[in-house]
T-cell receptor
Framework: GENVEQHPSTLSVQEGDSAVIKCTYSDSASNYFPWYKQELGKGPQLIIDIRSNVGEKKDQRIAVTLNKTAKHFSLHITETQPEDSAVYFCAAYKGYSTLTFGKGTMLLVSP | DSGVTQTPKHLITATGQRVTLRCSPRSGDLSVYWYQQSLDQGLQFLIQYYNGEERAKGNILERFSAQQFPDLHSELNLSSLELGDSALYFC??????????????FGEGSRLTVL
């Protein structure tokens, strides 16, 4: 089955800095890659997603890039704010399969 | 608030016991997913139901079972509990059958502690 590796497991940045979280996947047939944010005491929430026919997608301060050849995708958060502190999960999916999550990255943004 | 309701929020029980976790999906959502979250394993997919039928199955133990009822709520039954079953169990719902055609909305989880 699909295997998703996520790095780093923890990331500490200063407010205003950029943060980058990277994921690799094993199944070249995967074609949908969402990112979820989990705040303390809550369930994960979708923040952005990308499909295999697109190389980059942006939504205000967050962006996701996808390299199908290398089978990796990344989440970029610019101008980080304390409220960005959370656990971020990447995931991969192909048709007739299941959504497979990485193990998560704890992002801490210090004021 | 995602609109997905999970009960109970916390549950403490002993090894060998059986528990039932309940999930009420968002109004109108036909898909229900169950995930197990532990510190070292992240989010592990257990099972998905779509409109009452099992659609996908992950690494769900034989001691675990689930079902989706005609009113679309779902229950996850965990039996012969072991210490290693202690985890946060999430339910998610979606309007779509597949994860790539509809956003998954997660509940706040049920934290199970097995002593």
């Amino acid at each position: 089955g699909e295997n998703v590796e996520q790095h780093p497991s923890t990331l500490s940045v200063q407010e205003g800095d950029s943060a980058v979280i990277k994921c690799t996947y094993s199944d070249s047939a995967s074609n949908y890659f969402p990112w979820y944010k989990q705040e303390l005491g809550k369930g994960p929430q979708l923040i952005i997603d990308i499909r295999s026919n697109v190389g980059e997608k942006k939504d205000q301060r967050i962006a996701v890039t996808l390299n199908k050849t290398a089978k990796h995708f990344s989440l970029h958060i610019t101008e980080t704010q304390p409220e960005d502190s959370a656990v971020y999960f990447c995931a991969a999916y192909k048709g007739y399969s299941t959504l497979t999550f990485g193990k998560g990255t704890m992002l801490l943004v210090s004021p | 608030d995602s609109g997905v309701t999970q009960t109970p929020k916390h549950l403490i029980t002993a090894t060998g016991q059986r528990v039932t976790l309940r999930c009420s999906p968002r109004s109108g959502d036909l898909s229900v997913y169950w995930y197990q979250q532990s510190l070292d394993q992240g989010l592990q997919f257990l099972i998905q139901y779509y409109n009452g039928e099992e659609r996908a199955k992950g690494n769900i133990l034989e001691r675990f079972s689930a079902q989706q009822f005609p009113d679309l709520h779902s229950e996850l039954n965990l039996s012969s509990l072991e210490l290693g079953d202690s985890a946060l169990y999430f339910c998610a719902s979606s309007a779509a059958e597949a994860p790539d055609t509809g956003e998954l909305f997660f509940g706040e989880g049920s934290r199970l502690t097995v002593l």
